[in-house]
């Protein structure tokens, strides 16, 4: 299977919880190939600062967890994918009909994500499932034709559409 994982599923991987087990059972089974766009490089880097702030944790943590994100790009366990000039245009579009047409709430980074995991399903004509907990991200995609047509989706967070 092929999955692309955003950077709010991504981050159970490396900070204990109760969706790390299904997360890490995925990135770990060899029969799998996990992606990330390199601009995940940089939010991981920042969902691990957030951890740490929160919970009062030191730089040793940070460290860690910080080790373990690149021993899995190291080991080929979570493959790197740089964005292009095409998601760039993609995620421009996908902002403009979420954020204008629609009126829905979708920041840039996560359609620039979204718009990568597309693209590259389109280039490779495989069959990938974007792992994903953000909320108004799954629900401005989950509704566009291009990515429900072509994704498969891994939604690991709280349907807040249901009271």
Excluded at 3 to 31: C, M, N, V
Excluded at 46 to 65: M, W
Excluded at 83 to 107: M, P, S
Aim: charged share 25%; aromatic share 12%; glycine share 4%.
């Amino acid at each position: 299977m092929v999955y692309f994982f955003d950077t709010s599923a991504l981050q159970h991987r490396y900070i204990d919880g109760p969706k790390s087990r299904g997360i890490r059972r995925t990135i770990t089974d060899a029969r799998n190939r996990c992606y990330i766009l390199d601009l995940t490089i940089l939010e991981i880097a920042s969902a691990f600062g957030t951890h740490c702030r929160r919970n009062r944790l030191s730089v040793t943590t940070y460290a860690k967890l910080d080790q373990r994100f690149w021993k899995d790009i190291y080991q080929d366990n979570l493959l790197v994918r740089n964005a292009t000039q095409r998601d760039f245009l993609r995620a421009r579009h996908l902002l403009r009909y979420a954020g204008v047409e629609k009126g829905k709430n979708i920041k840039s980074a996560d359609a620039l994500i979204a718009a990568s995991c597309l693209e590259f399903a389109l280039e490779t004509g495989a069959d990938v499932t974007f792992c994903l907990e953000d909320w108004p991200l799954y629900r401005v995609i989950r509704d566009v034709s291009a990515y429900n047509r072509v994704l498969g989706f891994r939604f690991i967070g709280v349907d807040k559409s249901q009271p």
